[in-house]
């Protein structure tokens, strides 16, 4: 790992070189290069992916000492990741039950299912000679990667929208900026992988969701689908059937529509918008208050947060999880208890308006 980044900054790194070296016509090739540069940059001791055949995981691309060639379907670690269709996080390989030790160096392990068209086609392994090396960290950044390389991407569309559509979220304000444009795209081509969908519609949705900001935030999202309609050059990639689906699920995105996305397109592009961390969001729901409301006092700020909470987050609120597989089900499941607990979320209030 390079000494004067931290981790996430090394995956950020990694995915920044990826992206133009992947997403061609050859998954393995694309494989190779993941495997170099995760296993290059990051410093691992072993770090490979074995790809379906069968029953049974077969060695493929790979950096490190020589290793297993064949793995059963639900055995070891790999085996488990594919059968379960999770990541699997091991901090002391020795405690896990069945695992398949291709070398006795290895101390700890992460593995990370590829997903294509709604099937485990791969899975990303890595391990350490060191315990207890992988957290979320890891886990998050992986998925991503993961993600990106069994997408697919069209190349020529890819260039267009890095080129032309991203820079253009640089003029709006932080919540809506080039960075959060970048994390949707990833969490909807993470979401994506796991249905039987296009992913240049997918990624093409996620890109244009928010570009209607420049002309009416309160409204932006039926600018965005009309703003999708009239790129002239989005032709040359979809068909006129295709562009209205990506103008209507950048339209559905928005949380306070009250109505389900018309497709699953609308569904994960809606669920990857949303980031569902109970600090981040009452930080967030602060930030606001004290940006539009500045003439509150601290209790003013707090009727306004609880009352937009309850209202958006509570169980009886207006926001819906629209796909099961997204990690919002879970955490929205842990923001509501803090809400339900109005001691608990006025300690995380006072805390954050400090």
């Excluded at 593995?111 to 890595?126: E, R, S």
């Amino acid at each position: 790992m390079t000494p004067d980044m931290d981790k996430a900054q090394n995956y950020q790194y990694i995915l920044k070189c990826l992206r133009p070296m992947t997403g061609g016509t050859d998954l393995i090739a694309d494989m190779a290069n993941t495997a170099a540069l995760l296993h290059s940059q990051m410093g691992f001791w072993w770090t490979g992916f074995y790809r379906v055949a069968g029953e049974r995981l077969i060695l493929g691309p790979f950096q490190g000492p020589v290793a297993c060639t064949s793995i059963k379907y639900g055995k070891g670690v790999c085996g488990t990741s594919w059968k379960e269709q999770r990541t699997v996080i091991v901090p002391d390989v020795d405690q896990f039950p069945g695992h398949i030790a291709c070398s006795s160096e290895s101390r700890s392990e992460i593995v990370v299912p590829l997903w294509q068209k709604g099937k485990v086609i791969a899975v990303l392994d890595i391990d350490s000679r060191e315990l207890d090396s992988f957290d979320n960290i890891d886990r998050d950044y992986l998925e991503i990667i993961c993600a990106e390389l069994s997408s697919g991407i069209n190349p020529d569309l890819r260039e267009y929208v890095t080129g032309s559509i991203i820079p253009r979220y640089r003029k709006f304000d932080s919540g809506h900026a080039e960075s959060h444009v970048i994390m949707v795209i990833e969490r909807a081509l993470g979401l994506a992988c796991r249905y039987d969908v296009n992913p240049d519609m997918v990624f093409t949705a996620a890109a244009y969701h928010d570009l209607g900001i420049a002309e009416d935030r309160k409204t932006h999202n039926i600018m965005s689908a009309r703003i999708i309609r009239e790129d002239a050059a989005l032709r040359q990639w979809f068909s006129p059937e295709q562009i209205d689906i990506i103008a209507d699920a950048a339209e559905d995105h928005r949380a306070s529509l009250g109505y389900e996305p018309r497709t699953i397109y609308g569904k994960i592009t809606a669920e990857a918008d949303r980031l569902i961390f109970p600090d981040m969001v009452v930080e967030r729901c602060i930030q606001y208050g004290r940006a539009k409301h500045p003439e509150l006092d601290k209790e003013g700020q707090w009727e306004r947060v609880a009352a937009h909470l309850e209202e958006k987050y509570g169980r009886n609120g207006y926001l819906k999880v629209w796909l099961p597989e997204s990690s919002n089900a879970i955490m929205l499941d842990k923001l509501r208890d803090i809400i339900d607990d109005k001691r608990a979320l006025r300690e995380m209030f006072d805390k954050l308006y400090r």
